[in-house]
């Protein structure tokens, strides 16, 4: 608000022998929550989160974060924008029980204020391969170094204990929140039970922003207001679940499995198509073993082969092996947040199999079913003699509605049921019926 602007909200109105004083705005304090892995998703929402607040001239924006971890592009997009806003930010790891591992690490070091819960840690920024495949040596240093650096940077700047962000980096170490708050100097800026009284405690203090500028921080009677995600925001964050990404992976494959089996069914194949590009969409996120995933198309292509080849269900139980043994080896990672437990696996493998070997099981009875159209079609059924039909003479037949000129090797008599036996062009051959 302009001087100007002030000096008019605040003139003294007067009528009727009333006195009217226009009190102050109250100040806006911005909240966002970030709830799980670190993607693009996460990363668009805190941007569109910072240019809100931004754009309302708030004090302060605070980001409660609870998350294992996540992509390291989207984590240095997130310390971007926060290092380039307006607005001073507040990273507040919590509420009690939570922590901020990996990435999350990062984010709260990178912001203005850092803030934590009792109860919650924060640390193990190891990086690791984002597909989940053992990094050789040499790579592997050279990406843990970059991102040692890259966090003893935010440090400095922010002035906290450089040394403790190194080994949390390096050697993976974990900080409860008084570890962090009580190291010299320290990782964080202050302890606080939720967002009510991170602002209290904030009330007042200066904070040095990231290029060295100083903000006081005046949160008196705050206004608070939550940003949340659109609608298309919490769909992809949702889908990047293991387990949410590991159904939409197996029901993509069944898809695909009838449709190849049954051409022109369509449903099945658009159905499967979407569900195997939302799956690719989260394993961009998750650390996922490709042999995992082989080992389940591997699996649905044997339950397929049942069909085909007489196996006596060989095929079948190789089939759901393979679907098993590649759903456990689907998310390789040692966080209990992004593994997929056996409990969730087994009924999805049983329900797997049972709809593709009821799938097969039709197959195969409608192959064993004898035809009912054309030639084929006529074999074997029953028919009446219109005439008598005498060894090596015509007569006529009538059956499905339809008159036939007919042979036959023994004598039939007019009105008498007989059986088709054979078609030659338009004569069938017939014999009685027992």
Same mark, same amino acid.
């Given at each position: ?50 240019? *809100? ?104 700047? *922010? ?45 007042? *203090? ?27 925001? *919490? ?200």
């Amino acid at each position: 608000m302009t001087r100007i602007a002030r000096l008019i909200t605040c003139l003294t109105l007067l009528a009727g022998g009333a006195v009217l004083v226009a009190t102050p705005e109250a100040p806006i304090v911005e909240t966002a929550i970030v709830d799980g892995i670190i993607h693009p998703v996460a990363a668009e929402y805190i941007r569109g989160a910072i240019a *809100r607040a931004d754009a309302e001239r708030a004090r302060l924006l605070i980001i409660t974060l609870h998350t294992p971890g996540g992509l390291l592009d989207s984590t240095r997009d997130i310390d971007n924008a926060i290092i380039n806003s307006k607005t001073p930010v507040a990273v507040f790891v919590g509420p009690a029980g939570y922590r901020a591992a990996s990435a999350g690490f990062l984010i709260t070091i990178a912001a203005d204020i850092a803030a934590m819960a009792p109860g919650t840690h924060i640390g193990a920024a190891h990086p690791v391969s984002g597909t989940g495949e053992k990094m050789d040596d040499v790579m592997a240093k050279k990406v843990a170094s970059d991102t040692a650096a890259y966090a003893r940077t935010l440090a400095t700047q *922010r002035g906290r204990n450089v040394s403790l962000v190194e080994q949390a980096v390096l050697e993976s170490r974990s900080f409860t929140e008084q570890e962090a708050l009580n190291a010299t100097p320290p990782l964080i800026d202050v302890v606080a039970t939720n967002v009510q009284d991170l602002i209290g405690k904030l009330n007042g *203090r200066t904070v040095k922003r990231f290029d060295g500028s100083t903000v006081r921080l005046d949160l008196t009677n705050a206004v608070i207001h939550e940003v949340e995600m659109t609608l298309p925001q *919490r769909v992809l964050s949702a889908i990047a679940h293991p387990q949410i990404a590991y159904l939409l992976l197996t029901l993509g494959t069944l898809g695909l499995t009838i449709e190849l089996w049954s051409p022109g069914a369509i449903l099945p194949g658009v159905a499967g198509g979407i569900c195997l590009l939302l799956a690719f969409f989260a394993f961009q996120v998750l650390p996922v073993s490709y042999a995992g995933v082989l080992l389940i198309v591997f699996g649905f292509v044997l339950l397929v082969l049942e069909v085909k080849v007489t196996s006596h269900g060989l095929l079948a139980v190789g089939g759901i092996l393979s679907l098993l043994f590649g759903s456990l080896m689907l998310i390789d990672s040692p966080l209990p947040e992004l593994q997929i437990g056996l409990r969730f696996i087994l009924p999805i493998v049983l329900a797997l199999a049972g709809i593709m070997l009821f799938l097969v099981r039709l197959g195969v009875q409608a192959q064993q079913r004898p035809a009912v159209t054309g030639e084929s079609g006529m074999l074997d059924s029953t028919a009446e003699a219109l005439t008598p039909i005498e060894p090596g003479r015509v007569g006529q037949v009538f059956t499905r509605g339809e008159i036939w000129t007919a042979t036959a090797l023994d004598p039939i008599r007019a009105g008498e049921t007989v059986v088709v036996t054979a078609v030659n062009g338009l004569q069938l051959t017939v014999r009685k019926a027992e």
